[in-house]
T-cell receptor, first 114, second 115 residues
Framework: AQKVTQAQTEISVVEKEDVTLDCVYE???????LFWYKQPPSGELVFLIRRNSFDEQNEISGRYSWNFQKSTSSFNFTITASQVVDSAVYFC???????????FGTGTRLKVLA | DTAVSQTPKYLVTQMGNDKSIKCEQN?????MYWYKQDSKKFLKIMFS???????INETVPNRFSPKSPDKAHLNLHINSLELGDSAVYFC??????????????FGPGTRLTVL
């Protein structure tokens, strides 16, 4: 079975704090892709990052960083020095080879307070 | 220069009516999707089309009928609307790459409210 778990339903932080959003996935496939999307209050889904199962290098993009660990089936997302504009629902998604669909986690609502 | 567009953005209608949502992408992609996001924000695939052919129909009631007139368009027609159909519907597109997976890019969503 393929599954994505985002155990944190909602997180509140104060501006400038660092925050990590957890994502744990399940798949028996050896080739798969993991994604993070941001859904701000305006409702659109904004692509953040794509990672394939053969690339375990961590990635940093500005204040965003991602930690992919196959050993724990996790693909966590950290926002450094959070800002109010980071307030959104963040989704982790899994796409396995041979399928034409994403399996989404249930999302984590991040609230950054000024 | 919108990549994936959907019309309308909001749709309010009565139970029992028939309605359509249109989706267009100008990214040159060959695969398009419909997802449903319920009131709890849960996102679930409904349909996938590759080169105008239906690839995935994820146990969606047959009141929902997607139609892909060409690779750039995937419309969703819903018959006999029910209260439970109220949700946000997202269209997405990607490019099929042999041995790999391209990123799916999403439209802005259509909020359907059935009264």
């Amino acid at each position: 079975a393929q599954k994505v778990t985002q155990a944190q339903t909602e997180i509140s932080v104060v501006e400038k704090e660092d925050v990590t959003l957890d994502c744990v996935y399940e798949t028996r496939d050896t080739t798969y892709y993991l994604f993070w999307y941001k859904q701000p209050p305006s409702g659109e889904l904004v692509f953040l990052i794509r990672r394939n199962s053969f690339d375990e290098q961590n990635e940093i993009s500005g204040r965003y960083s991602w930690n992919f660990q196959k050993s724990t089936s996790s693909f966590n997302f950290t926002i450094t020095a959070s800002q109010v504009v980071d307030s959104a629902v963040y989704f982790c998604a899994l796409d396995t080879s041979g399928t034409y669909k994403y399996i989404f986690g249930t999302g984590t609502r991040l609230k950054v307070l000024a | 220069d919108t990549a994936v567009s959907q019309t309308p953005k909001y749709l309010v209608t009565q139970m029992g009516n028939d309605k359509s949502i249109k989706c267009e992408q100008n990214l040159g992609h060959d695969t398009m999707y419909w997802y449903k996001q319920d009131s709890k924000k849960f996102l679930k695939i409904m349909f996938s089309y590759n080169n105008k052919e239906l690839i995935i129909n994820e146990t969606v009631p047959n009141r929902f009928s997607p139609k892909s007139p060409d690779k750039a368009h995937l419309n969703l027609h819903i018959n006999s609307l029910e209260l439970g159909d109220s949700a946000v519907y997202f269209c997405a597109s990607s490019l099929f790459v042999e041995g790999s997976k391209d990123t799916q890019y999403f439209g802005p969503g259509t909020r359907l409210t059935v009264l």
